[in-house]
């Protein structure tokens, strides 16, 4: 747990790395690539060694892009497609599910030590049960194939390493933030909120217009837990709550907790959020938004490239997350080293599937960019994203990233599994029922004192 604290620093780093590269190119060009060895990257290892066996294989890829809207599903189609022309004798079979409906897949899928080909991991404490059973195969070798290893940024591959050994590769390493409708702001004449209090205050401006103030897909119930951890971090007055209750120097009775808890609720009661918003999965929450029938959404800095190709492109701004009841920076955020690619250490394939998913991630870069989707990816990015079509948002949301001055991980990277899914839990029936905010504490406190080792 220490490393992870420790490790913040680095992330911050990482992201303000990225944001000076997205933005400092002076080029005027619109092309992008993280590969040192461009001919390298077109011509896998794949290529040649399959070609030589001339064996039918096929490689099972679970993933959690299945939202046709999402630039990030076209650009995985895409990149399939051209290994699978280069090497005809190999079908990449996509399973691709919401992310919540991946994790339950992949906890029955482990059980039976059924994992498939290629599949989708959290970080740091996450995936470490899944590395502790052997059930994923280091990537050291791979990853210094064709120069991939130089193509993420500096520190972000720690978060999928344990004893030295690399077990995953993410796709993105992200920021916290509030997106916001300009149009519906206006129409409700609400301006953007500079504390908590004001948020809650233009949720019930925006109700009583009856205007849609707040989206989320708490369905899957990490979206709500986000939510939250953003606002603990506030009346904590600054990160770090976590460590301190591993470290048995706070609990969950503690005030910076329950005040979160207690603010928290005040935005769910004021009406913030859709009727039913437990019944909303992830991509059916962000359509909301996306559409244009909610005024303000709370997501990750991945969100950025299918917000940008929706049809509200134009009428969206960014803020950073506020103070709460006068505490925190909002200079430090909700930090999130993005899902992950493992391959399964039972792999019948193995090297046929390290190769395909060199292949994939040497060209991650280059085409997440070409669909407006290199905003807050964990590879390093070389282009300008203004000359390349980036909107005004998504040139909000880079230069967000050079404010960062640190933040926190999500609860339930951070947390045992068994911790983490008490708390997901606890955190979802607040949108259900408001409860006594000590009652709260307690519930989190058992689900840590029952699973911790």
Avoid at 34 to 56: F, I, L, R, V, Y
Avoid at 188 to 209: D, H, I, N, Q, R
Avoid at 397 to 416: P, R, Y
Wanted: hydrophobic fraction near 40%; glycine fraction near 10%.
């Amino acid at each position: 747990m220490v490393k992870k604290y420790k490790g913040l620093q680095v992330i911050g780093a990482s992201l303000l790395a990225i944001s000076l590269t997205a933005c400092g190119s002076g080029s005027g060009t619109s092309t992008s690539t993280a590969t040192p060895d461009a001919k390298a990257a077109a011509t896998p290892a794949a290529t040649t060694s399959t070609a030589e066996k001339k064996e039918n294989i096929t490689i099972t890829f679970q993933n959690i892009y299945p939202d046709p809207t999402d630039p990030k599903n076209g650009m995985l189609k895409k990149i399939v497609n051209d290994y699978q022309t280069k090497n005809p004798n190999i079908k990449i079979e996509l399973d691709s599910l919401n992310t919540d409906q991946q994790k339950l897949k992949l906890k029955t899928q482990a059980a039976s030590k059924e994992v498939p080909d290629i599949t989708i991991v959290n970080p740091a404490a996450q995936m470490k049960p899944f590395v502790d059973a052997k059930l994923f195969a280091p990537l050291n070798d791979m990853v210094e194939q064709n120069g991939l290893k130089a193509t993420f940024q500096d520190g972000i591959l720690d978060w999928y390493t344990f004893d030295k050994n690399i077990y995953a590769l993410p796709d993105g390493n992200n920021i916290g933030l509030v997106y916001y409708n300009k149009d519906l702001f206006k129409q409700a004449g609400v301006e953007v909120p500079k504390t908590f209090e004001e948020m809650v205050a233009a949720v019930k401006t925006l109700k009583g217009k009856g205007i849609q103030p707040m989206a989320i897909g708490e369905k899957d119930s990490w979206t709500g837990s986000f939510l939250f951890m953003n606002v603990l971090l506030r009346t904590n007055g600054g990160p770090g709550f976590l460590q301190a209750v591993v470290d048995g120097k706070k609990t969950f009775a503690d005030p910076a907790f329950t005040d979160a808890v207690s603010s928290f609720e005040d935005l769910i009661q004021a009406g913030a959020f859709q009727e039913g918003a437990t019944s909303f999965d992830y991509n059916a929450g962000e359509n909301l938004f996306k559409t244009g029938k909610a005024a303000m959404y709370y997501m990750g800095s991945w969100a950025t490239g299918g917000i940008e190709t929706s049809s509200v492109n134009g009428k969206v701004g960014v803020f950073k997350f506020p103070t709460v009841k006068g505490k925190g920076n909002p200079d430090e955020f909700m930090l999130a080293p993005g899902s992950a690619f493992a391959i399964s250490a039972n792999s019948k394939h193995l090297k046929e599937t390290k190769d395909f998913l060199n292949f994939f991630m040497i060209n991650f870069p280059k085409e997440a960019f070409a669909v407006k989707g290199a905003v807050g990816i964990a590879q390093k990015v070389d282009g300008d994203f203004k000359a390349a079509g980036y909107s005004d948002m998504a040139m909000e949301v880079l230069g967000l990233f050079k404010q960062v001055k640190g933040g926190d991980l999500a609860f339930d990277n951070t947390m045992n599994p068994g911790t983490a899914q008490g708390h997901l839990t606890s955190i979802q029936n607040l949108f259900v029922q408001k409860k006594d905010p000590a009652e709260v504490g307690k519930e989190h406190q058992t689900a840590y004192d029952t699973n911790k080792k």
